[in-house]
């Protein structure tokens, strides 16, 4: 017997829309109906270039060719995050995907490391291959993760590759413009009108509208939880650059006076862009410091408003937000793409058909705002442990008050060195170690198991792992051979 089809409803074409769309026909076809309704008079945020390594798992989960994927949307390869002078001093640190060193279960392994009274912290890189990969420009896709990876990549080809994917697919496409959502009197969405005039029905609707969140908000008075008193920046340009230099594996991400500046290497250009407080900062003063650091433009600069924060339930009546209708934290890590899919993954685990219980919702909603909330966190933690005074902005970063996991975190982790991955959590346990080191916050003591080591052992335990890092990065090809081998751009990049 084949039970009735859920008719699925997916409001706005951008990532969000399109990464929905592809994801439910790939994996409810037989349970669901899907169309989705976008507006070409209505441009997409047009930004997002710069994922995390969940987008590896999540293409495989739609059956993509790797090498297929990565051509058709400009794609580079990236290993981790360089931070660039979020001391204040011109130095740097990679946040990388990848752990350092080797693992002991009662601590991390900078612990071994602190015992051996470094000089400084850039020594700590040495342990980890993935920052020595990214330091020298080199990449290769390995076997069992050796090198634990995500992409960047265009963000316009990126929807146009899915949409492609999701309209094979048997995915209903209506380019038209939104213009009422109608309720039941349970307050559930019904259908949406159209400007043509037709109304399109459906059991279940996500809102994938982006900042303006038509349904989620608009309709349905959801509420928003609004978290830039921790948050500052509220606004960003973006501008799209000739590339100069050959791709490096990394997001770079550039402290300045107000906020920061980003750098997406692709294969024929580079994103860039600035994140700034509007209050600190007026948005000429950061397009002409924006300007001013990077190559020539090849698109006039987009600006970007928005207030940081999450929806109060991501799932309410009979509509799901994803992407940006559902809330938005700044792109310091890149996150964004990763909440849509994880949401998409727990939509499909949940999904019961259209007859929507209030248990998957309120599951739904508790995951999806947990994960959520501890990203939040780790975000303001670069803002908060800096230790830059120098400016008004950072002042005001540094003295602020921070939610009190986050406080006890950083506590914890400055008297003894201890930091653990709570559940949900997508950030591990060495990520928020290379986090706080990197900004300047070195832990107080290390943990005593490490002593069980005599001096001389731990001296050649460390040695082994330097050795064995470098002998790694030796044998690995730069990034830019890989791409040429692996995935290369079908157009040899402008201006060649
Ligand atoms: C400055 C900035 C930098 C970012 N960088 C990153 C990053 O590096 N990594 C990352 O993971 N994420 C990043 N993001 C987030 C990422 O861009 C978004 O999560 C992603 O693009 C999803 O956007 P969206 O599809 O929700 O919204 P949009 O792209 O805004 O799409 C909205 C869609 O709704 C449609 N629409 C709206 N109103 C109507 C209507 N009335 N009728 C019909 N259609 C309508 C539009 O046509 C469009 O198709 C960044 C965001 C910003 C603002």
Same mark, same amino acid.
């Given at each position: 017997?084949?039970?009735?089809?859920?008719?699925?409803?997916?409001?706005?074409?951008?990532?969000?829309?399109?990464?929905?769309?592809?994801? =439910?026909? @790939?994996?409810?076809?037989?349970?669901?109906?899907?169309?989705?309704?976008?507006?070409?008079?209505?441009?997409?945020?047009?930004?997002?270039?710069?994922?995390?390594?969940?987008?590896?798992?999540?293409?495989?989960?739609?059956? /993509?060719?790797?090498?297929?994927?990565?051509?058709?949307?400009?794609?580079?390869?990236?290993?981790?995050?360089? !931070?660039?002078?979020? @001391?204040?001093?011109?130095? $740097?640190?990679?946040?990388?995907?990848?752990?350092?060193?080797?693992?002991?279960?009662?601590?991390?392994?900078?612990?071994?490391?602190?015992?051996?009274?470094?000089?400084? +912290?850039?020594?700590?890189?040495?342990?980890? &291959?993935?920052?020595?990969?990214?330091?020298?420009? @080199?990449?290769?896709?390995?076997?069992?993760?050796?090198? +634990?990876?995500?992409?960047?990549?265009?963000? #316009?080809?990126?929807?146009?590759?899915?949409?492609?994917?999701? +309209?094979?697919?048997?995915?209903?496409?209506?380019?038209?413009?939104?213009?009422? +959502?109608?309720?039941?009197?349970?307050?559930?969405?019904?259908? /949406?009108? /159209?400007?043509?005039?037709?109304?399109?029905?459906?059991?279940?609707?996500?809102?994938?509208?982006g900042f303006r969140a038509l349904l989620i908000e608009g309709a349905l008075k959801t509420g928003y939880e609004d978290w830039s008193q921790w948050l500052l920046c509220d606004s960003a340009i973006a501008v799209q650059t000739r590339s100069t230099e050959s791709p490096k594996p990394y997001t770079r991400a550039i402290a300045h006076d107000v906020g920061w500046r980003w750098r997406i290497p692709l294969q024929t250009r580079m994103g860039n862009g600035r994140v700034y407080s509007s209050e600190?900062?007026?948005?000429?003063?950061?397009?002409?410091?924006?300007?001013?650091?990077?190559?020539?433009?090849?698109?006039?600069?987009?600006?970007?408003?928005? &207030? &940081?924060?999450?929806?109060?339930?991501?799932?309410?009546?009979?509509?799901? #937000?994803?992407?940006?209708? $559902?809330?938005?934290?700044?792109? =310091?890590?890149?996150?964004?793409?990763? !909440?849509?899919?994880?949401?998409?993954?727990?939509?499909?685990?949940?999904?019961?058909?259209?007859?929507?219980?209030?248990?998957?919702?309120?599951?739904?909603?508790?995951?999806?705002?947990?994960?959520?909330?501890?990203?939040?966190? !780790?975000?303001?933690?670069?803002?908060?442990? &800096?230790?830059?005074?120098?400016?008004?902005?950072?002042?005001?970063?540094?003295?602020?008050?921070?939610?009190?996991?986050?406080?006890?975190?950083?506590?914890?982790?400055?008297?003894?060195?201890?930091?653990?991955?709570?559940?949900?959590?997508?950030?591990?346990?060495?990520?928020?170690?290379?986090?706080?080191m990197g900004q300047g916050l070195m832990p107080d003591s290390y943990h005593p198991f490490v002593n069980e080591m005599s001096a001389q052992e731990l001296r050649e335990f460390l040695s082994t792992i330097e050795n064995s890092a470098s002998r790694f990065v030796e044998g690995l090809p730069s990034h830019e051979d890989f791409i040429k081998r692996f995935c290369p751009h079908p157009s040899p990049p402008d201006g060649c």
């Amino acid at each position: 017997m084949n039970p009735k089809k859920t008719r699925i409803v997916i409001a706005g074409g951008g990532t969000a829309g399109w990464t929905s769309a592809a994801f =439910l026909a @790939k994996h409810l076809s037989k349970s669901a109906d899907i169309t989705l309704i976008e507006s070409s008079d209505v441009p997409t945020v047009g930004v997002g270039e710069s994922t995390i390594p969940l987008i590896v798992t999540f293409n495989d989960l739609l059956g /993509l060719d790797e090498a297929e994927f990565m051509q058709s949307v400009d794609g580079t390869f990236k290993v981790g995050i360089e !931070f660039e002078n979020w @001391k204040g001093d011109g130095s $740097s640190y990679i946040h990388s995907f990848s752990r350092p060193g080797r693992e002991f279960w009662p601590c991390n392994f900078f612990h071994y490391w602190l015992a051996s009274k470094p000089n400084c +912290v850039s020594d700590y890189e040495k342990y980890s &291959t993935a920052t020595m990969a990214a330091r020298q420009n @080199k990449f290769a896709i390995l076997p069992n993760r050796g090198l +634990v990876y995500a992409y960047h990549f265009d963000a #316009a080809k990126y929807a146009q590759f899915l949409q492609t994917y999701s +309209v094979k697919r048997g995915v209903t496409h209506i380019d038209d413009f939104i213009e009422s +959502v109608n309720l039941d009197e349970d307050g559930s969405i019904t259908s /949406l009108s /159209l400007r043509s005039g037709q109304a399109i029905e459906g059991d279940l609707f996500i809102d994938c509208t982006g900042f303006r969140a038509l349904l989620i908000e608009g309709a349905l008075k959801t509420g928003y939880e609004d978290w830039s008193q921790w948050l500052l920046c509220d606004s960003a340009i973006a501008v799209q650059t000739r590339s100069t230099e050959s791709p490096k594996p990394y997001t770079r991400a550039i402290a300045h006076d107000v906020g920061w500046r980003w750098r997406i290497p692709l294969q024929t250009r580079m994103g860039n862009g600035r994140v700034y407080s509007s209050e600190y900062l007026s948005h000429e003063a950061a397009e002409s410091e924006l300007l001013s650091h990077i190559e020539e433009p090849i698109r006039e600069p987009r600006v970007n408003r928005f &207030t &940081t924060g999450m929806r109060k339930k991501q799932w309410h009546k009979n509509c799901i #937000a994803m992407g940006l209708s $559902s809330g938005f934290l700044e792109p =310091l890590e890149s996150t964004s793409i990763y !909440f849509l899919q994880r949401n998409l993954i727990r939509l499909v685990q949940l999904f019961e058909g259209d007859d929507i219980s209030f248990t998957a919702r309120d599951e739904f909603n508790q995951q999806s705002g947990k994960e959520m909330v501890a990203v939040r966190d !780790f975000i303001i933690l670069h803002y908060k442990v &800096t230790g830059r005074k120098d400016t008004p902005f950072w002042r005001h970063c540094t003295n602020m008050s921070v939610p009190d996991e986050l406080q006890h975190r950083i506590d914890m982790f400055k008297a003894s060195g201890r930091v653990f991955k709570k559940e949900y959590e997508v950030f591990n346990d060495f990520s928020w170690a290379q986090i706080m080191m990197g900004q300047g916050l070195m832990p107080d003591s290390y943990h005593p198991f490490v002593n069980e080591m005599s001096a001389q052992e731990l001296r050649e335990f460390l040695s082994t792992i330097e050795n064995s890092a470098s002998r790694f990065v030796e044998g690995l090809p730069s990034h830019e051979d890989f791409i040429k081998r692996f995935c290369p751009h079908p157009s040899p990049p402008d201006g060649c």
